[in-house]
Structure formats: C-alpha cells, structure tokens
C-alpha cells in the first residue's frame, strides 16, 4: 500500500449480503481513544476463521463510555483519507485513522465541523479523553479485513470536537469528492479566457461562414487574376476581362536552345470558362484554410479548351525552327589542312506533349517550357581526334606522286586529298577511312594521258567503192586501278609518296579480225530523198557526216539521237523549218527529220527491226506515205535493231539537193512495200498570225488515214518470214496567213 492512500475495504456482496444500515452502525470504528489498559486484539490472520454474514449473526452495539457518539461512518468512505464533501451540511467530515500505541486496535477520529473550522483546527495540539474499550464481538469478514489493515500514523495531531451522541441516519452512500489542489486553482483564469477566445473564434467562423456564402473563396486566383469574395457572375465577368486579351498575345516559349513565340488563339487554345470556375466556388469549410487565406492565395489552374489540329500546326511550325539534326563528330580538309569537327547532340521537339504543355501552361504568365528529345551522336571527340592524329594529318604531310613514262608524272596536291580521302562512322563511336579511288583516278588521268597510246577500233572504207577494213589499234594505257590500289598507304607514309604508273594493253573495242568477220560487202538497204532548202541540208549533211560508218553488230540497237549527240548552234547547226503544234514553224537544227526518214526507209528494205519511230504529224510529200519519221532532240528518237547474223554498216552520201542513206552487210532477206489507198479525208483550217519572222504562210493540205504493209522474205529461198501492216492518220496542213 503506498504512503498517499488510506486503508481499503473489500466487500464481498456489495448487493445480495450486505448488512442493514443499523448493523452497520454498530460496526464503524471507534474514535481515537487512550489506552488504559492493555488490549490485545485478536489475531484474526492465524487463530480466527473468517466468519461469514450468516454465522456472525447480527453483532451487539457497543458504545463507548463518557464519549460523545461520533457520526456515522460510510461504508464507501472507508477506503479514503480524503475529506468528504457533504452539500446538504456544507461540511467536510475527515476520517484520520491514529495508532497510539503498538499493541492498540486502530481508532478513528470524526471531525464533523464546517470546512473552514476543521482546517483551521488542524495545527492545534489537544488530548483525547481516556476511554475504554470493552471486547468487542466478532464482526463481519469485510470488517475484520478492514481491522487488520496498517496505516502509516499521521504526524499532526487534532483537538477532538465533543458533541452531544444522536442518532443519525446514516447519508446514502457517495464517491469521495477531492476538493482541487490549489496547483490547479492558478489555471482557471487562463483556461476561461481560452474558452472566451475559442468562443469568439467560432462566431467569428459563422460569420465569416455566413457572409461569404454564394461568393468565391478569399484569396483565389486564376492565372494571377485575384477573383475572390467575388460573386460566380463578377468572378466570370472578371476573368473574362483579364484573361480573355491574353489570348491574343503572343505567349513566349522555349524549346530546348530555341526562343520563340506562340499565340493562344492561332494554335486553337481557349478558355473553357465555366471548367474553370467550377473549381473556384466552393467555400472551404477547413477554418485553418479561411483564416490563412487572409494572408495568403489560392491558385486555381485555367481549364482551357484545344483544337488539335491547330494546335499540331502550331507545334509543328515551331518544330521546323526549333529541331536540328545533330552534328556528327568529323574530319574535313581545307586548304590542305585536316580539322576535327566536335560532335554536337542534335534536339527534336516532342509536338505531341509539346502541345498538352502549351495548352497546360500558357496562362501561367511566364515562359513555357517545351519537351524536347535529344538526337544523339554516333561519333565521339575521341574517335574524331583519333581520326585525326592517325590518318588525316599524316594524309596531308605532302603530295602523293605517280611517275609515267617520258618523266612525266601526275601530282595529287595536299589540296586535293579531301576529294579523295572522306571519314564516315564506324558504329563505335570512331570514323573509318574512305578512299575513293575513282576520284583520285579522275585527276591524275588527264596529267599523263600523252604517255598513252589510245586504241582504235577497226573500221571501213569505200575506197573503190566496196567497204574495206581498216585494222584496228591496240593502246598501251595506264592500269589505274592497279596504280593507285596502294593510295592508302601513301597518304598514310610520311616518308616516300611516290608510285610508279602501271601501263598495259588494250584491244579496241572493234579488233581487225572482228571487223573481218562482220560479213560487211554488200548493200542491203538504201533510200534517198531530196527537195529540201539550203538550211535543212546544211543541218542534214552535218548529221549525216555523224553516222557516217556506224557499224551495229548482231543484236545490237542503233539510236540516231544518241549517236548523233546534241544539234544546236554549238555543233554547228542552224535554224530551219520544223513543225510546231501542227504547223509549219523554226528551229535550230530543223531539217533533220528527212534524215531520219531517209535512214528510216533504208533500214526498212534491209530488214532491220522497228524498234521506235513516229510519223509526222501531217502528211510532206517529199516523203512515202506511211513510211516516213520525224525526230527531235532529246524527245523523239529514231531506233532500230540488227536482227542478222552478221553485221551491218551505215553509210551516207549527202549533197545541197539530196540525202542518200545505204545500209552494207550480208543480205539474207528480200522486203516488199505495198501502200494502200488514202481514206477518211479531212479539210485543213486557216490559222491567221501576225506578220514575221513566226509566221510560215502554207497554203494547206487535206488530212487522210493510209497503210503500208511490209512483206519480208527469205533471199535464198523466197519464203515470206513475215508480213506487218502499219495504219497512219495524217491531220491536215492548215491554211496559214501572215497579216
């Protein structure tokens, strides 16, 4: 038991074995009494048998001699040290148990008197009157319990109050009430102001609750308008007179190195106004939050409303401006020098999330910061100053020489090695050597081209008249690919750069033996055709002399256009009649259609295969009907095919007035013309231009459809190998005059 609390009593049956209020009377404590002879109590640990409510019976009552009866003592009271409060008597009764001596039973004194009078008395010293105690019956279980409890004597001693005995009824029993300790009496004070605080802080929240119902919350902005303590009607009117402009202002944003400047309304972005404030109204119930938004502000985002499609323009436009491709680590040459170029990550805007950012972002006031994605480099600064040092600086220590014969040589200067030597990556972050040979080829060829002896393919001649072969010449030409195969190493040497030029034969295309063998000794084919004008024949005898002695071996294809090259002025051709949209006009190398026809006609008798031609667009009648071609320059070609054996040869014989065309070989094949008769006649239309140097007079011609027919047969027997038909509608020649 601890030193602060008093002596407990248990009871067994607090409801079913209690005793009768009179028989707890008679078994309450004596008050404190002074020993005059020696009383030993019973040891009620050991020799005595707890006696229950039925075998005890109901106890006498025993009052003590010449004292004044104290009050009834509560049951519930018992167990405390602690004053008991009575409202009804204003009076505190204390119950102190006292042990005068060793060997005396407890004893109680009762101090009925008021609060104040007991407190007062408490320092006094006094004597209790002598009093004996006669032996006492057994009592109750729970009052024995209660006798052979010890209590720690207390220090300060009481003069008794001495009353007159009554009988009382004892109080109904009550919970101890301890009075307040005068520690916590100096806290009432600061606790009522407390509560008057708190009181006024919760109406000040109601009225602030009730006077800014129906507005928005104090201290919201959007976009750093302050709407707030504003009605839903004003908050819009407000943004809207705020906000709304800056739709139209340019809005600046940056995207990775790249400023630039974006307008809300052209990129399709716009304020969904009732989205936005419905995020606003709501009036927070928090009182934390109502009291710190008199200090501070509530940011409420804009909710703005997109047309993608605008938006992807926009972003896409400034994708054009912000995205570069990276700059891969490298080797150049300039001036004979070699520089490292440091490789740069290149950056690509992200237009999707690009986009959702603008849109999130622009009202915010600031810059707007886009995504970007970075292009990486697959060449590293190491791998370019590796490059570097090992093989383009040594490539240009000097020129790289190639010596020919005669003491020529041909020079590959330290300022042209950048067209020969090139880096490109090599996936490890290095760069790997590129030689073009080809290139080097291309310069040191023309340095020792008189070294060379050039071949010469066989061909013919008429001396006599009769194609005679002209042997062909062998050339002794310089092998540059064997020459320069060791580039590599002499741009690598920084020592010797010289290589000696590898020369070597060369058969002409055409050998003498060949050209023997082409069976080329007879005319199988041959046309002429005349009327032309003087322009048209100087334009013709020049084509002419082109083809002169082309020879087509077996299944080879001949092209006049390609053959011939380019005939403009520069060739030496010179304006004459041609037809131009389907009439008579000029031009530069005109004429050269009745070449054509005339070549055309010649390979048609020696059995050459069509391979292309085109008809003019109205009928000349200097030419055979259906068996005639026009050609132009880099459009309409004249083509055919040597389906022989053997080979064939082209020879022309041009004069001021005519055109001959002969084709020589080895005539296998007879050919046969039949022309049918002109059809579906057509009238010409008068066409009237200004008077110059545009307008060609003509005086017109019919149009007409006709069919040419060509029967080829076999030369040694006479059997028909084939037999083709070819249909051609000629428009007519309009009526042109020059007024």
């Not at 200090?295 to 409303?305: D, I, L």
């Not at 020969?420 to 972050?429: A, I, K």
């Not at 010649?602 to 003019?616: I, L, S, W």
Request: charged fraction near 20%.
């Amino acid at each position: 038991m601890s030193d602060e609390e008093g002596p407990s009593v248990e009871k067994t049956n607090s409801e079913d074995s209690s005793l009768p209020e009179q028989e707890l009377e008679s078994v309450e404590e004596p008050q404190a009494v002074e020993e005059t002879e020696s009383v030993e109590e019973p040891d009620t640990s050991e020799d005595t048998e707890p006696v229950s409510e039925a075998e005890a019976g109901e106890p006498e009552a025993v009052e003590p001699e010449a004292v004044e009866a104290p009050n009834p003592v509560d049951e519930d009271a018992i167990d405390s040290t602690e004053p008991t409060v009575d409202e009804s008597a204003n009076e505190v009764t204390t119950v102190i148990p006292v042990v005068p001596a060793e060997d005396a039973p407890p004893t109680e004194v009762v101090d009925s008197a008021p609060a104040t009078e007991a407190i007062d008395e408490q320092t006094q010293q006094f004597e209790p009157p002598a009093v004996v105690v006669p032996p006492k019956p057994p009592r109750p279980e729970f009052v024995q319990q209660y006798d052979t409890q010890q209590f720690e004597p207390i220090q300060q001693q009481y003069e008794p109050v001495v009353r007159e005995p009554e009988v009382i009824a004892p109080p109904p029993p009550q919970q101890p009430v301890a009075p307040a300790p005068a520690s916590s009496r100096k806290w009432v004070k600061p606790a009522i102001a407390v509560g008057a605080i708190f009181a006024v802080a919760v109406i000040a929240y109601g009225v602030d609750i009730f006077t800014s119902s129906g507005k928005t919350p104090r201290g919201t902005q959007v976009a750093g308008v302050d709407i707030g303590d504003l009605t839903p009607a004003d908050a819009e009117a407000t943004l809207r007179s705020e906000l709304g402009p800056r739709l139209v202002e340019p809005v600046a944003v940056h995207a990775g190195g790249v400023d630039s400047e974006i307008v809300p309304a052209s990129a399709g972005v716009d304020v969904d106004w009732s989205a936005t404030l419905s995020g606003v109204n709501a009036q927070p119930i928090n009182p934390i939050t109502r009291i710190t938004s008199f200090f501070g502000s509530r940011e409420v985002p804009v909710v703005s409303t997109v047309d993608q499609g605008a938006l992807d323009a926009s972003m896409s436009q400034l994708a054009a401006n912000s995205d570069r491709a990276p700059v891969e680590g490298a080797v150049v040459f300039e001036r004979g020098k070699a520089t490292g170029v440091s490789p740069a990550a290149g950056q690509a805007l992200e237009t999707q999330q690009a986009g959702a950012t603008f849109a999130a972002e622009w009202s915010d006031g600031g810059v707007v910061d886009l995504p970007v994605d970075e292009v990486p480099v697959t060449v590293t600064q190491a791998g370019v100053d590796r490059a570097l040092q090992e093989i383009a600086i040594p490539a240009v220590s000097g020129d790289v020489v190639v010596n020919g014969r005669d003491g020529k040589v041909a020079t590959l200067g330290v300022d042209q090695i950048g067209e020969v030597l090139t880096f490109t990556p090599d996936g490890s972050g290095g760069l790997t050597p590129q030689y073009n040979t080809d290139a080097a080829i291309k310069i040191l060829t023309p340095q020792l081209v008189s070294t060379e002896v050039q071949p010469k393919d066989a061909s013919f001649t008429f001396a006599g008249g009769k194609p005679t072969v002209v042997p062909g010449v062998v050339g002794d030409l310089i092998n540059w690919p064997d020459t320069v195969k060791e580039l590599p190493v002499l741009l690598g040497s920084t020592a010797s750069r010289a290589t000696p030029a590898v020369y070597g034969p060369v058969p002409p295309a055409l050998t003498t033996e060949a050209a023997n063998a082409l069976g080329i000794n007879e005319v199988i084919g041959e046309f002429t055709t005349g009327g032309f004008e003087y322009a048209s024949g100087v334009n013709i005898g020049l084509a002419a002399s082109e083809i002169d002695g082309a020879v087509i071996k077996p299944g080879d294809t001949f092209s006049l256009n390609e053959y011939t090259g380019p005939r403009g002025a520069a060739q030496g051709y010179v304006e004459s009649g041609i037809i131009n949209n389907g009439r008579p006009d000029k031009a530069v190398g005109g004429g050269i259609s009745q070449l054509a026809t005339t070549l055309y006609n010649a390979t048609y008798f020696a059995g050459m295969d069509d391979v292309a031609h085109t008809e003019h667009s109205y009928y000349i009648s200097r030419y055979p009907e259906a068996r005639e071609a026009t050609i132009f320059d880099g459009a309409i070609d004249l083509q055919f095919r040597n389906p022989a054996k053997t080979g064939v040869m082209i020879e022309t014989i041009a004069t001021s007035s005519n055109i001959t065309v002969r084709i020589w070989g080895t005539k296998t094949v007879d050919v046969a013309s039949t022309t049918g008769p002109r059809t579906s006649p057509t009238s010409p239309n008068t066409v009237t231009l200004p008077e110059g140097p545009g307008c060609v007079a003509s005086s017109g011609a019919p149009g007409f459809t006709v069919s040419d027919t060509r029967v080829i047969t076999d030369h040694a027997s006479g059997a028909e190998i084939s037999s083709n038909t070819r249909t051609v509608k000629y428009d007519p020649v309009p009526i042109v005059k020059c007024e």
